[in-house]
């Protein structure tokens, strides 16, 4: 117990949490997006993969309740560490200099976080809920037949026959909105900016960068966080380019082709 309390009282212990909960959560944004990407793909590959993770019942809503744990504990922990530091250093023209000696990526920290949270929420509303972005498929996206067996990596998801949620249908449509194309672009850009200076400040954090190797490190990350941007920029902007087109005979098809 006292362990894990000085770990809450202390600026590093606070900066270990972090540290650990940006881990957990960097894993899920390309976890996230690796799954995203299927949507390039045939309808019943996305489809079957999300009926898989509904299938899951209660180790589904176990990591759900894992990764809102780790968004809590890591928004905890940078207000604790910012107001930390604000008192620490007091008035003066300190922070001025710190300012304009920082990168473009740590001072945009605390307001890429808070874009992000915010993304979060209608996310999670959006596709999750179905309470927001829904006046095109609220009440008629209902379920489909998967036409092919699902696999990934050998390992079975779905079976053909099955009924599946049409999430193929739902991010087409989604995203033939220019406004919520542009806020996801946005949050994900945030983001990515986010995870460069965040990525970087947990291998420090963690003891894993020297100066032997901290340039290179640098380097990867911010190829990392590029990467990572531009994976979730082509969804939305494939779709809302037109370069991207829905699947004949699918639901988005049919919506998107009278608008």
């Given at each position: 117990m006292s362990l894990l309390a000085n770990l809450f009282r202390s600026s590093i212990g606070r900066k270990f949490l972090?540290?650990?909960?940006?881990l957990i959560l960097t894993g899920f944004a390309?976890?996230?997006?690796?799954?995203?990407?299927?949507?390039?793909?045939?309808?019943?590959?996305?489809?079957?993969?999300a009926y898989f993770l509904q299938s899951l019942g209660p180790v589904l809503w176990l990591v759900r309740l894992v990764l809102l744990g780790a968004v809590g504990l890591h928004v905890w922990a940078a207000v604790a560490l910012t107001l930390e530091s604000k008192a620490a250093r007091g008035p003066s023209d300190y922070g001025v200099?710190?300012?304009?000696?920082?990168t473009i990526a740590s001072r945009t920290m605390r307001?890429?976080?808070?874009?992000?949270?915010?993304?979060?929420?209608?996310?999670?509303?959006?596709?999750?809920v179905g309470l927001a972005?829904?006046?095109?498929?609220?009440?008629?996206?209902?379920?489909?037949?998967?036409?092919?067996?699902?696999r990934e990596f050998g390992f079975p998801l779905a079976s053909k026959g099955t009924a599946v949620h049409d999430v193929y249908s739902m991010i087409f449509i989604g995203f033939a909105s220019p406004l919520v194309a542009g806020f996801y672009i946005l949050a994900t850009g945030l983001l990515a900016v986010h995870l460069w200076h965040g990525?970087?400040?947990?291998?420090?954090?963690?003891?894993?960068?020297?100066?032997?190797?901290?340039?290179?490190?640098?380097?990867?990350v911010a190829l990392l966080a590029l990467g990572y941007f531009i994976g979730n920029l082509a969804i939305p902007g494939a779709i809302l380019s037109g370069l991207a087109k829905p699947a004949e005979g699918?639901?988005?098809?049919?919506?998107l082709s009278t608008r």
């Open positions: 972090m540290a650990v909960s940006g390309f976890g996230h997006l690796a799954g995203n990407l299927q949507i390039f793909s045939h309808p019943d590959r996305i489809n079957g993969y200099h710190k300012w304009l000696a920082a307001i890429s976080g808070l874009v992000v949270l915010a993304f979060v929420i209608y996310h999670i509303l959006h596709f999750t972005g829904t006046e095109y498929y609220k009440g008629n996206i209902a379920e489909v037949i998967l036409g092919h067996d699902v990525a970087d400040s947990m291998f420090q954090t963690l003891g894993l960068r020297s100066s032997k190797w901290s340039c290179c490190l640098r380097k990867a699918t639901y988005a098809a049919k919506v």
